[in-house]
C-alpha cells in the first residue's frame, strides 16, 4: 500500500490526478471498518436493552400500578416530549441545492453577463452543479468568436479537465485535423461544450445536469452571436435539436436555432470521439466539414 506520508508534493499530486482521471470521487478511510460488526453489535445491544426492559417491568407493575387514565395521561405527555426533542442527526449529509432551484440560479447567472468573461466569472462561482465537486477545472470557452463560427462539444474528457481547455489532447488533435481540412484553425473560431465540467469516468451527463448548465452554453451562444455553429456528437446535438435520434440521422442536413434570441446556421456531424474509435466515420465527417465550408464561403 502506498502511504500519503513517504510521497513528495509531486508525486501525490500526481497520484491524485491519476485517481481523478480514473473516475474515483472518494477516498477511503484511514483504516478498515467492518460494517458487519458493527451491525451485529447493534443488534445484540438493542436485544440486551429489550431483555433489561422486559425484566424491570413486572417489579415496577407490582410497587403501583396506575389506573388506567392515569396511564393515558402519562402515555400523552411522554408523547409530547418526544416531539419537543427530536433526536440528534450524527454525520448528516450536506443539503444539495434542488435541481429546480439550480436551474433558476444558473439562468439568473447566466442572464446576468453582458460579455463572456463575465459569464465565465458567473461559472466559476456556480456550485449548484454537482459535476464541478468532481472536476478539476471548469472548461469554458476558448477561441476568437469575431469570424462567427463557433464550435460546441458534448462535454470536457479526461485531457480537457487536465488543461482547463476544450478539446485538448488526443481529441484536441483530431479536431484541429478536421479543421485544417477546411481551411480553419482552432485559434479562428470559438470552443465550447454543452457542459463545462467533466463527468465522472468520462461518463455521459444526465438530462438533469444538461438542464442545470443549458442557461450557460445558450448565454455563450447568445453572446458570442456566431453565424454558423457547428454541433460534435450525439448527445451535443440531441441536446440542441431534441427527440432521440442518433447522430448519423442528425448529421448533415443545416438548421436553424433559435438561442437567445439569436439565429444561428446549425450542421451536426460526428464527435472526434467517433473517428477515433471508429475510422469508417471519418468519411461522413469529411462529408460535413465540406458542406460547412461551403456554408461559410457561401
Known amino acids: ?119 465565465r466569472t458567473a461559472m466559476e462561482g456556480f456550485v449548484g452543479c454537482n459535476l464541478r465537486n468532481s472536476a478539476r477545472n471548469l472548461v469554458f470557452a476558448e477561441g476568437d468568436p469575431s469570424n462567427g463560427i463557433m464550435i460546441v462539444g458534448p462535454m470536457p474528457y479526461a485531457d480537457d479537465d487536465r488543461d482547463g481547455m476544450p478539446f485538448a489532447g488526443r481529441l484536441g488533435d483530431m479536431l484541429n485535423r478536421m479543421l485544417a481540412g477546411i481551411g480553419l484553425s482552432r485559434e479562428s473560431v470559438l470552443l465550447s461544450n454543452v457542459v463545462p465540467w467533466r463527468p465522472p469516468g468520462n461518463r455521459v451527463p444526465t438530462a438533469r445536469e444538461a438542464d442545470i448548465c443549458r442557461p450557460f452554453i445558450e448565454r455563450q451562444v ?41 439565429t444561428v446556421q446549425t450542421l451536426a456531424t460526428l464527435h472526434p470521439q467517433d473517428l477515433v474509435t471508429a475510422p469508417i466515420n471519418k468519411r461522413f465527417a469529411w462529408q460535413d466539414m465540406l458542406a460547412f465550408r461551403a456554408r461559410i464561403n457561401g
Do not use: C, Y
Request: glycine share 6%.
Open 1 to 119: 500500500m502506498i502511504s500519503a506520508d513517504t510521497l513528495s508534493p509531486g508525486q501525490l499530486a500526481a497520484l491524485l490526478a491519476f485517481h481523478a482521471d480514473a473516475g474515483v470521487e472518494w477516498l477511503m478511510e484511514e483504516e478498515p471498518v467492518d460494517r458487519f460488526a458493527e451491525f451485529e453489535a447493534m443488534k445484540a445491544a438493542r436485544s440486551e436493552q429489550r431483555q433489561q426492559a422486559g425484566a424491570s417491568q413486572p417489579a415496577a407493575r407490582s410497587e403501583a400500578a396506575p389506573a388506567p387514565r392515569q396511564q393515558a395521561s402519562q402515555a400523552s405527555a411522554q408523547a409530547r416530549d418526544t416531539t419537543r426533542a427530536p433526536a440528534p442527526v450524527i454525520n448528516a449529509p450536506a443539503v444539495a441545492i434542488p435541481d429546480a432551484q439550480a436551474v433558476k440560479e444558473a439562468q439568473f447567472a447566466a442572464e446576468s453577463a453582458r460579455s463572456l468573461a463575465e459569464l
Open 222 to 262: 447568445a453572446l458570442a452571436e456566431p453565424k454558423h455553429l457547428l454541433l460534435l456528437g450525439n448527445f451535443t446535438a440531441r441536446f440542441f435539436f431534441g427527440g432521440s435520434d442518433t447522430i448519423h440521422q442528425l448529421r448533415g442536413e443545416w438548421r436553424e436555432l433559435q438561442l437567445g434570441g439569436h
